[in-house]
């Protein structure tokens, strides 16, 4: 990867659920980065449904191809503000932000600090969320003389 057709931005210590932004990231890689916060915005929406294939267990099933999915609000905002940042971060560098595609990006367990509530303390849930996108070259056309 050449370091001057990509940007990214890092999130650390986000307040979502891992398995909920595994599932997310699994789902937007490798889209077009605004096909992505589109669809992101859609399940803010509650219109389409994260096909969730990995942290599935009693879980029902939503309309349309997929099988077993979910509305995950929160994560999906907390992305889509990523996505807005790493779409700065591009237009900073120069990068036409039209022709981004998502090429890398994951979630990763941070550490969970205590809780305490009243009679007992729990974990709390935290994400480290990175994004990399990269800048899709145009194809040349060809020019040539049919004979």
Request: with cysteine; hydrophobic share 35%; proline share 2%.
């Amino acid at each position: 990867m050449k370091s001057a057709h990509i940007a990214k931005v890092s999130g650390r210590d986000l307040s979502i659920s891992t398995k909920q932004s595994i599932e997310i990231c699994n789902f937007i890689r490798g889209k077009n980065l605004e096909k992505a916060k589109n669809i992101l915005k859609d399940v803010i929406e509650k219109k389409v449904a994260i096909p969730f294939r990995r942290f599935n267990k009693d879980m029902g099933h939503k309309r349309g191809r997929i099988s077993s999915g979910r509305f995950p609000k929160n994560a999906c905002s907390e992305i889509l503000r990523l996505l807005n940042s790493v779409e700065g971060n591009a237009h900073d560098k120069g990068l036409d932000t039209k022709n981004l595609i998502i090429k890398s990006v994951k979630a990763d367990r941070a550490s969970a600090p205590w809780h305490y509530g009243r009679f007992f303390r729990r974990k709390m849930k935290r994400t480290h969320v990175e994004v990399i996108v990269e800048e899709k070259e145009q194809k040349k056309e060809k020019t040539e003389n049919k004979k």
